[in-house]
């Protein structure tokens, strides 16, 4: 399966002391463990949440204003307190556990399971080269304020009688009017150059 390249990054001073180091590097396999990462998302099993059937069911009841669900963040600071956690510190926890997360409907769950299922019995990666993400020219300088995810969140959120593939049209050419076309073509070109 192909999805989106993430990054996560932790920086540690290198004037910690062997020992400090080897602390650290354990807390990161914990919160790299599958007991960690349920820690993180889910709380304490017994206490937090349950196990049936194969499915994390949540303990943590609702919030009384709202009828959200209640997740670890709500229970516990060292999760994503003020200083964002060991929720997104050492690994994105919830990105490992999506299709298990007891916040979400099981039938959401259960389609985006089969979704993900099928994507990896039936898809193919396309070729990637990540060094093309280094390339830069000025046209792509030029065009950075075109906001592509934006338009995306127009076309979710459109209540009009315009079609999808007119909405689409729409806001390709608005795109392409503000430097995306001279900037794919000068991104294109350079690649070619640099044999990418």
Excluded: C
């Excluded at 914990?30 to 709380?43: P, T």
């Excluded at 690994?91 to 299922?117: C, G, H, I």
């Amino acid at each position: 399966m192909v999805g989106s390249a993430f990054y996560l990054e932790s920086y540690i001073n290198f004037n910690v002391s062997d020992e400090k180091m080897h602390k650290i590097l354990e807390i990161y396999d914990f919160f790299y463990s599958e007991e960690g990462i349920n820690l993180l998302m889910f709380g304490f099993e017994g206490e937090d949440y349950i196990i049936e059937d194969g499915y994390i069911v949540s303990l943590l009841g609702t919030d009384p204003n709202t009828g959200r669900l209640l997740n670890t963040s709500d229970k516990y600071a060292f999760v994503s307190g003020a200083d964002a956690g060991f929720k997104s510190a050492v690994t994105w926890a919830a990105d490992m556990v999506q299709y298990d997360d007891p916040t979400l409907s099981q039938a959401l769950r259960d389609m985006a399971k089969a979704e993900k299922e099928y994507r990896i019995a039936n898809w193919n990666p396309p070729p990637t080269d990540l060094r093309i993400s280094a390339v830069t020219v000025p046209e792509r300088t030029a065009m950075a304020g075109i906001s592509i995810r934006n338009s995306w969140a127009q076309m979710i959120t459109d209540t009009s009688d315009i079609s999808d593939e007119d909405l689409f049209d729409q806001f390709y050419a608005d795109w392409e009017a503000n430097g995306y076309k001279a900037a794919k073509e000068a991104m294109t070109r350079r690649v070619a150059e640099l044999g990418y």
